[in-house]
C-alpha cells in the first residue's frame, strides 16, 4: 500500500510542475466522466442491463477547433439479472479526434471520434465448468457530441457517447450519457 501512495504522490508531483513555456504553447485538459452505460442493439440490449461508467481523459489542443486526446474508462458491471447471472465488465483505452466549435467565449460543443482497445471480461455462473473472468482483448470505436461551460480553470458539461466492441458473436454497444468535469493545466 506504502507504495502504491508514492506513486501518486510521485505523479500528482510530475502533473502539478507540468508546464512552463510548453504548457503555454500547447493546453492540455484532465476529465472525469461519470454516468450510466446503457446497452443498445439486438442481443446485446435484450439480455444485459445498465453499467455504471467511470472514465478520465487527457487531450491536447492543437488548435481553438481541434483537439487529440486518450480515454480510458470502465464499465463496471453490466449483467443478465439472473441468480445464476452473466455479466459483461470492459476497461478500455482510447486514443481520439476532437473537433470544438464556440458559440462564445464561455461555451463549447463538441464531437469526438476514437478507436481503442476494450478488455471485456465475461464470467457466466451458469455454465458448466463456470466460466469466470475470462478477459479478452478486442477492437471498438467511441464516438460522442457534447457541450461544457468553463469557470475559470475548470469546466462542467455533458456528453453522450456510443461505445462498439467488436466480438466474434454479436458486438457489444452501449450508449453512455455522461456528466464530464475538466480541469486546464
Known amino acids: 500500500m506504502r507504495t502504491n501512495f508514492r506513486v501518486v504522490l510521485l505523479g500528482a508531483v510530475i502533473l502539478s510542475g507540468y508546464g512552463g513555456p510548453v504548457r503555454a504553447a500547447i493546453p492540455v485538459e484532465m476529465a472525469i466522466i461519470s454516468g ?17 461508467y467511470l472514465g478520465s481523459e487527457i487531450e491536447t489542443y492543437w488548435t481553438e477547433r481541434f483537439a487529440t486526446g486518450g480515454a480510458l474508462g470502465y464499465f463496471f458491471n453490466h449483467s443478465d439479472g439472473q441468480a445464476l447471472k452473466r455479466e459483461f465488465k470492459n476497461l478500455h483505452i482510447t486514443p481520439y479526434l476532437k473537433r470544438i466549435w464556440k458559440p462564445d467565449a464561455k461555451h463549447n460543443v463538441y464531437a469526438l471520434l476514437g478507436g481503442g482497445i476494450y478488455f471485456v471480461n465475461y464470467d457466466d455462473d451458469a455454465a458448466t465448468p463456470d466460466i469466470d473472468d475470462s478477459t479478452k482483448r478486442y477492437f471498438g470505436l467511441m464516438g460522442g457530441i457534447g ?6 480553470v475548470w469546466s ?17 454497444t452501449t450508449l453512455t450519457p455522461a456528466a464530464h468535469i475538466a480541469l486546464d493545466l
Not at 446497452?39 to 444485459?48: K, N
Not at 457541450?147 to 475559470?152: L, Q, T, V, Y
Open 156 to 172: 462542467v458539461g455533458l456528453d453522450i457517447r456510443v461505445h462498439r466492441i467488436f466480438r466474434q458473436q454479436y458486438n457489444i
Open 147 to 152: 457541450a461544457s461551460r468553463h469557470f475559470g
Open 36 to 52: 450510466p452505460g446503457v446497452p443498445v442493439g439486438g442481443y446485446w440490449s435484450g439480455h444485459y442491463g445498465t453499467s455504471y
